[in-house]
């Protein structure tokens, strides 16, 4: 493990107001570096714990033969608390040397001057640009795209057919002007999820960008409390108010398996990748394109590897990132976990008209959401303003306004 930095408990380093960055010692680059010695690459398990365990352990073997001088122990650590675990390492000195970040904790450890900047020695070539976006800050790429999704829209034919509707929505006046068909026949149009936990990236914001808006306008500035926001906002809450979705599982979490889905009472769902909607609708399950309002948007994460600054060896470590985003080693990656490439040229194929293969049209719509570092933390403070809305407790314009206030605190920290 790295011994570059500074052996620092991680609160004075906070209180010092310093960075993480600043909690180590020099930041080194690969210029002039040799490709050799150990690396630690940490990842977390797409799979199983046995299963990636082993796939990876295929993969430093392939990848011994063509850099016998590079030795690259794999650790394989839970989802859950990674982030802490991974910012108490790096205030230790003991972080690993390459780590998978999806963009969000991309940007909060990019802000607290913890990541390398990706050495140009990394191929960039062959990227669908909405991936390369997810893992560039002011300009700069920190990391490596190996895995994407995409939440497009999907329809459950058995209930259009229920309700005689036979185009499924292509904009969001088409999915107003379908739910009273729908709630003739005990139906609803689509599912809400506004709980305190709810995922915004997945379940508010589409809606936002779907409308022309985001959290943030392209300078920085907040815009939360903006007319898009509002919009978008008023229109979900319009769908709850009118009884085309769901009320109860607007603001209560249940599980998928016991929801108005699984019970085919759901026309179309947009926050669910369609893949996942196997076990509930099956064949019946129609990928369609993200609607559109004045955008047509869809939410779609990106997995990337990136370079720590106190990564004892940045060259053995980029030589290990280019090996994992050669178009055949992603395909496996991706192949491994469910996810589609972010790469046109990987090898993936699916069979025409199969759900993967109408899902994986959309990649290029997609968007990883507002390129904030304190994103996760002001998704705290906007999902009960949204829950607040949809329950009448607030106007859809007093709800982001508070939420934009908290939302504010949060930024001026």
Known sequence: MSKRWSVVPLFVC??????????????GSTNGEKAGGEITVRVYPLKSDEGDKAFWATQVAAFKKVNPDITVKVDLQPWKDRETTLVTQITGGNAPDVAYMIPDELRA???????????????????????????????TLYGAPVLMSVVPGT???????????TEPPKTWDDLMAMAPKLKAKGLYVTQIDATNAAALNTTFYPWVWQAGGDVFDKSGKLTLDSGPAREALAFLTDLVDKGYAPKAEATTAIPLDQSAIAKRQVACEFQTQPALLADQWGEDRLVIPPLKNKEQTAYGTVGSLTILKGAKNKAAAAEWIKFVTTPEVMAAVDELGGFFAPKESTPLEYAAGTVDAETAKYLDLTYSG???AQAREIQAVVAPEVQAAVLGQ??????????AGAAQQILGR
């Open 394 to 403: 607030k106007t859809p314009g007093e709800a982001l306004k508070d939420a």
């Open 14 to 27: 906070l209180l010092a107001g310093a960075s993480l960055a600043a909690c180590g010692s020099d930041a």
């Open 109 to 139: 450890m990019q802000a607290k001057g913890a990541l390398e900047p990706m050495p140009d020695s990394v191929p960039r070539d062959g990227y669908r640009p909405a991936a390369l976006d997810a893992a560039t800050v002011d300009s």
């Open 370 to 372: 507002p390129p904030a």
């Open 155 to 165: 329809c459950d034919k058995k209930v259009l057919a229920q309700a005689g509707v």
